[in-house]
Nanobody, 121 residues
Framework: QVQLVESGGGLVQAGGSLRLSCAASGRTFSTYAMGWFRQAPGKEREFVATITWSGFTTDYADSVKGRFTISRDNAKKMVYLQMNSLKPEDTAIYYC??????????????WGQGTQVTVSS
């Protein structure tokens, strides 16, 4: 069992940066791949980034590649999403998830409650 709590969201101007954090509890955290997903109003939840349990392999949605960076610290049971050059279209609730590596929501077994990111133009 893994519990996830996101933080770090907020309001930022276009071009700015935010760093999202995801704190995990549970002894098996380091065995899970971790992902970030987002859901904008009226839209389906979509993949943003994922990282393997070791942290050696990552994958990003094309829309964020080159601007966002996912990382993890297994000793601290933390996952991060550094978001740079933010755009208004990045506005969404961002969710942290634990499960199997990949882009598909169904691969992830555990989800946090989400943190709101709003990018103003």
């Amino acid at each position: 069992q893994v519990q996830l709590v996101e933080s770090g969201g907020g309001l930022v101007q276009a071009g700015g940066s935010l760093r999202l954090s995801c704190a995990a509890s549970g002894r098996t955290f380091s065995t899970y791949a971790m992902g970030w997903f987002r859901q904008a109003p009226g839209k389906e939840r979509e993949f943003v980034a994922t990282i393997t349990w070791s942290g050696f392999t990552t994958d990003y949605a094309d829309s964020v590649k080159g601007r966002f960076t996912i990382s993890r610290d297994n000793a601290k049971k933390m996952v991060y999403l550094q978001m740079n050059s933010l755009k208004p279209e990045d506005t969404a609730i961002y969710y942290c998830a634990a499960g199997n590596y990949g882009r598909i929501l169904l691969k992830y077994d555990y989800w946090g409650q989400g943190t709101q990111v709003t990018v103003s133009s």
